[in-house]
């Protein structure tokens, strides 16, 4: 299931639009707060008298189940030569490394040396 909110028009949007930019700005006058909170409890009023299909729209959804990986799903790493899952490694230049390999500093893959 999916639930989501429905939008909800109060009537009061461009007064409090209006309001919310005073606020912002700074240029707000204690009336203006006082209109903005009698505003917002009236909203608040409002959304708590609706019934549960009043706000919210509810959809039956089918997801499958994610793919788990499996002990084939591992590759030795290159370097430390430690198990790790295909999905976690990191490719650098061909070679397969755990991401702990490749977060060392530069490896030389000549050699097999750090640099």
Known sequence: MQLSLKEQGFGDEPQHIELEERMKKGEATVEDIA????????????????????????????????????????VRCHHCGDLVLKSKLVNIDGLFLCRQCSSHSIWSFADGTRH
Request: charged share 40%.
């Open 35 to 74: 209109h903005l909170r009698r505003l917002l409890d009236g909203r608040v009023k409002r959304l708590l008298s609706l019934k549960h299909d009043e706000l919210f729209e509810i959809v039956t959804i089918r997801r499958e189940p994610p793919q788990t990986e499996t002990f084939t799903d591992f």
